[in-house]
DNA sequence: TGAAAAATCCCCCGAACAGGTGAGTACAGC
DNA sequence: GCTGTACTCACCTGTTCGGGGGATTTTTCA
């Protein structure tokens, strides 16, 4: 049998090569290529035909999830693990509805690792046992908001300390408009107040 | 000249790898020892005595501040620098309270590592250049402002999502009162409404 | 090309928030 | 006893928020 080709993706090197040092002690997988973002591991994609792809989650630009989502699109039969650190736990769900079959935190052993790529490319999901989710976290990841553009641009601006009629002049829309997408947030969050709304959302990694 | 003898502290397997790859670029470098707390930390610091440690900041049990804080009472030579990952730069102020020389952020490339250890060997202080703190955050670093203990109290309440009338029941105290502290913990932080409030306290590690 | 989703806009209304100013009480430390 | 701080309360004002509707135009994408 061929050797498991994995491309991981990551923005920091450290974590990179650290997964490279990991990878290199597990016989059967090569390490085909490696990304610092999502374009760049698109193209790798494109050219390796990998296996398995290691993602981290939590990029500039294109996030992993949407990575994921465009690359499940692209190639379905590519198999996806999505990485994150300790206090973003609250991607995982999204993660898994972008079409991802497993789970590390970055605290991972080898053993781990090793475990997770045997999981997924033996076609079960693996999530990751540090996941262990409360009660509390794990409302908080099924309810992660599907958030628009537009809605994530009002929230980083009221996050910014920003009024709606500030917002409304910055965007060139009116205040009507910026009440509605703040109603959806609130309403997409199910909470009551900007308060809960600005916790809401720096818990869900989105500031 | 000898190589200088580092230890690696951190609780992810994955981060202690990749710096260990890195290192090793390093020709007059040499890692002595990795450890996953702080405990084995201070044990590998008493057999190995480094020259420098390098440490995860984010840690189970002992954080990596106070173990920088027992690290240099124990050895006030040995040099430190802290880790952290992008996020929790509010810890940046304290680590250097406690007398580390250095911080680094996780995303650091080899040439930024091999920076930060010239640096901080040399004498000097290093910053991670991803700590650009601005103007607004240095800021924040500083003003920590002094709340009082019922300034806490409704800050807590507020980042709950409780209104000021929901507050003031609460705490048996009139809307009025719940309105004036309020307003001390809108000038204290120097900002003017909730959303800059809450997000403020959470940077700061109030909530 | 046609349906669904997103973005835009409008209205009303009451509640909550933010800014300013002032002031009485209680308590700790000097 | 004086001083400073925290805590308490009050009044007034205008702005912003939050909840309830409903409606139209782009955009997106199957």
Redesign the pocket.
Known sequence: MDKIKIIVVDDHPMVIAGMAAMLLQIPYVVLSATAGNAFIALEKVREQAPDLVITDINMPEINGIEFTAKLKKEFPGVKVIGMSTFNERSYIAQMIHSGAEGFLVKSASKEEIEKAINSVLDGKMYLSLDVNLNTQERKDLKNQP??????K?VLLL?ADG???????EK??????????????L??KFE???????VRSAIKSGLL
């Open positions: 599907m958030l628009t553009r537009r809605e641009e009221i920003l009024t709606s009629p500030q917002i409304a965007l060139f829309i009116s205040l009507n408009t910026v009440d509605s997408h703040r109603k959806n609130l309403a909470v009551t107040n900007t308060a809960l709304l």
